[in-house]
């Protein structure tokens, strides 16, 4: 029997899961079937249920079923842990269920292939939900000098600020002071083409802008922002999204793939 993984969600009819992961099964030779599958409402137990039950192996989750997979593992890797959300689950040997976050680290190998300057750096990270908490961990071990959390709600960035070291800081956008080498965008803001409240004189002065949103065509209004305001080095979340999708296919089947080689495919298919 084919080895059996999909990725779970509502909606689900646009994932790009699908087609990443037959490609990273292809240049990788791997025998293996990636499918969809939609959750309804508080279904997400009888799915995950039911595909491990019938041979599924390992499976990814969007939104909006990232905690229930996180309820769902049997055990948790330090990084779902530290993001409270899973987006990566594996059926282990035993036939236990571990579940696993790579959103932070795909973030991070971006970053990196990118040649963005994080060690001893000044980072601002814009927002405090799901998505911050996600990525702090894996930046934090690139060895930053700071990280900021600048939030709407600044009580949300001041509990995250509070799960780490006194390196993260929490802020609200009125309070912001000083200026960073690098800047995230952590919001959905982009999603509905809208700008968080940042002085052009703060976001111009970064050297490194990157949103964790992307549009399948050319810059978010984030990015493009950033750009106009001389910021050479804006990028979109493009990458993050291989990356994590890479490292849980790692995780299942204990093969590398080329990060620079599925990006160079993806960027121009
Ligand atoms: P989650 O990822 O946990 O589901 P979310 O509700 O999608 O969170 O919100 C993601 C982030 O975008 C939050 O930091 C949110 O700020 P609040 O915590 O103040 O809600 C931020 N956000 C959403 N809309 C915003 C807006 N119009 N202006 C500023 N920040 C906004």
């Known amino acids: 029997m084919t080895d059996k993984y999909l990725v779970f969600g509502n909606p689900i009819a646009h994932s790009m899961s699908p087609s990443l992961h037959a490609y990273f099964a292809k240049i990788t030779q791997q025998d293996l079937v990636y499918d969809r599958s ?32 996180y309820s769902y593992a049997n055990t948790l890797t330090d990084y779902a842990k530290a993001a409270g959300a899973v987006n990566t689950l594996k059926k282990l040997d035993d036939g236990t269920i571990l579940g ?76 912001l002071e000083g200026s960073f080498d690098v800047i995230i965008n952590a919001t959905s803001l982009s999603l509905k083409n809208e700008l968080p409240n940042l002085s052009d004189e703060l976001l111009g002065s970064a050297k490194f802008v990157y949103d964790l949103m992307y549009r399948k065509y050319g810059d978010t209004v984030f990015t493009k922002k950033a750009k106009a305001l001389g910021v050479t080095q804006s990028f979109d979340g493009f990458g993050m999204l291989i990356g994590q999708a890479i490292l849980s296919f790692e995780l299942w089947r204990g093969v590398e793939v080329d990060f620079d080689k599925a990006i160079e495919h993806f960027m121009h298919a």
């Open 100 to 175: 696993d976050n790579t959103d932070g680290r795909g973030l991070v190998r971006d970053l990196l292939r990118l040649k963005c300057p994080l060690q001893d750096s000044k980072v601002l990270i814009i927002g405090a939900g799901g998505a911050c908490q996600g990525i702090l961990k894996p930046i934090l071990e690139t060895n930053p000098k700071s990280i900021t959390i600048v939030n709407r709600t600044l009580s949300k960035a001041e509990h995250l600020a509070s799960l780490y070291q006194d390196k993260v800081t929490a802020a609200s956008f009125e309070n």
């Open 38 to 69: 939609l959750v309804e409402e508080g279904r997400f137990k009888e799915c995950a249920d039911e595909f491990f039950s019938h041979g599924g192996l390992g499976c990814n989750i969007t939104v909006p079923c990232k905690l229930d997979a």
